[in-house]
């Protein structure tokens, strides 16, 4: 069978929002394959706690992936105590540069309750523009639904489980099932 053939894995919406001194990222739990719900109730969201730091990261793309560069940012964390995105450029340069990581295809959103990141394997490290980030499939319907929210009075827990819902009502590879971790500064 050829890639071209194989139906390829698809599925997740990932958002992180930023406000009033929190940070949350929330996940939707579904993995398919093709046409083909594989999983309902997949966890995409992480708490980590290299070094003792608390590190909150959720991840689009493939698991194993996700999980390789999970792995990496940790080491880059206990590496670099504290200091995110010195650890968050350490792995975008590292997956950008190392023959293995390059075949990786995931991307990863990163928070430790100040600042909040988009990881991918171009070598970016994005800071959003306004406190909000999203990844996967159905990232642009949930970013799009949390900036029309951001100057609203709901808390960013709010703010994201609503975007969340509504890329869930929009995007077929994203469900309701959310896994979603707060983060305080």
Request: hydrophobic fraction near 45%; aromatic fraction near 6%; glycine fraction near 10%.
């Amino acid at each position: 069978m050829a890639d071209s053939d194989f139906p390829g894995w698809h599925g997740t919406t990932i958002i992180g929002v930023k406000k009033e001194g929190q940070i949350v990222i929330a996940g939707d739990g579904q993995v398919s394959l093709g046409q083909t719900v594989i999983k309902g109730t997949a966890r995409k969201v992480r708490r980590l706690s290299p070094g003792g730091f608390e590190i909150v990261a959720g991840f689009a793309g493939s698991t194993a992936d996700a999980f390789t560069l999970l792995e990496r940012l940790e080491a880059k964390l206990e590496a670099t105590p504290g200091q995110l995105a010195r650890a968050s450029v350490e792995l975008a340069k590292d997956w950008r540069t190392d023959k293995y990581l390059q075949k990786l295809e995931a991307m990863l959103i990163v928070t430790d309750g100040k600042d909040l990141f988009v990881i991918t394997g171009a070598g970016d490290v994005l800071e959003p523009e306004h406190n909000v980030a999203a990844i996967g499939s159905g990232g642009n319907f949930a970013l799009a639904a949390a900036r029309a929210m951001m100057d609203s009075d709901k808390s960013a827990e709010d703010v994201a489980r609503q975007s969340m819902a509504i890329a869930a009502d929009i995007c077929v590879y994203t469900n309701g099932k959310l896994t979603v971790e707060t983060i305080s500064a």
